[in-house]
């Protein structure tokens, strides 16, 4: 794939299925800096640009327009984002 220049990991997070207990679980034992209610999330944490909680429900509603994970597709446990130098290129490289 040598159109796919990958700049650097823009964002990565745990999927949650129990928002709160996510939240409980990264903000209160594990200590990140996590802000906002709704999305927490930080950009305070070394290693990557952008660190936060997507509950499977809004994970869900994005791919599959419908809050619910459909039964038969595995439920996915993380989101990664990267940032590459040119999209358009990275996108037909993809799709190819």
């Known amino acids: 794939m040598d159109n796919i220049d990958v700049l650097f990991v823009a964002g990565f997070g745990p ?3 129990d928002f709160d207990a996510g939240k409980r679980l990264y903000k209160d034992v594990l200590g990140l800096p996590l802000a906002g209610d ?22 869900a509603e994005s791919s599959f327009g419908t809050k619910e994970w459909p039964p038969d597709i595995p439920i996915p446990q993380v989101w990664l984002e990267f940032d590459v130098a040119d999209i358009e290129a990275a996108t037909r ?3 190819a």
């Open 15 to 17: 999927i949650v299925r």
């Open 38 to 59: 709704d999305y927490p999330n930080t950009n305070q944490v070394d290693g990557v640009k952008e660190f936060a909680l997507w509950p499977l429900s809004e994970a």
């Open 93 to 95: 490289e993809l799709k």
